[in-house]
Nanobody, 127 residues
Framework: LMSAAGAGGGLVQAGGSLRLSCAAS????????IGWFRQAPGKEREGVSC????????YYADSVKGRFTISRDSAANTVYLQMSSLKPEDTAVYYC????????????????????WGEGTQVTVSS
């Protein structure tokens, strides 16, 4: 099966940093659109950061731009989300995701969702 599992979440104070990772199996991330989404209690799932299927376009939600960085390690078949200057409003369950559809930008994936969803990891930021 095509699968992925998010990891690296935890409890941090505001201003702290965390690095989330998501190792994929059953498919090669290099040929998929990839991204990170999050969902806080009582709120809709939000596209945080996504990379287009070509690997050339990257999208960041306005709320995280300048603080979060998405990256991919092809050798490890893993996608990362480096989160810095964390805020309490960043508290959510974070999910990695991938999509085999081609010719789409990171913006498209983050706004429309993806086909493959990984196991979520909890990020809690205290004030």
């Amino acid at each position: 099966l095509m699968s992925a599992a998010g990891a690296g979440g935890g409890l941090v104070q505001a201003g702290g940093s965390l690095r989330l990772s998501c190792a994929a199996s059953g498919f090669t991330l290099d040929y998929f659109g990839i991204g990170w989404f999050r969902q806080a209690p009582g709120k809709e799932r939000e596209g945080v950061s996504c990379i287009g299927s070509s690997g050339r376009s990257t999208y960041y939600a306005d709320s995280v731009k300048g603080r979060f960085t998405i990256s991919r390690d092809s050798a490890a078949n893993t996608v990362y989300l480096q989160m810095s200057s964390l805020k309490p409003e960043d508290t959510a369950v974070y999910y990695c995701a991938a999509d085999p559809r081609t010719h789409y930008s990171g913006d498209f994936y983050c706004r429309n969702g993806m086909h493959l969803w990984g196991e979520g990891t909890q990020v809690t930021v205290s004030s």
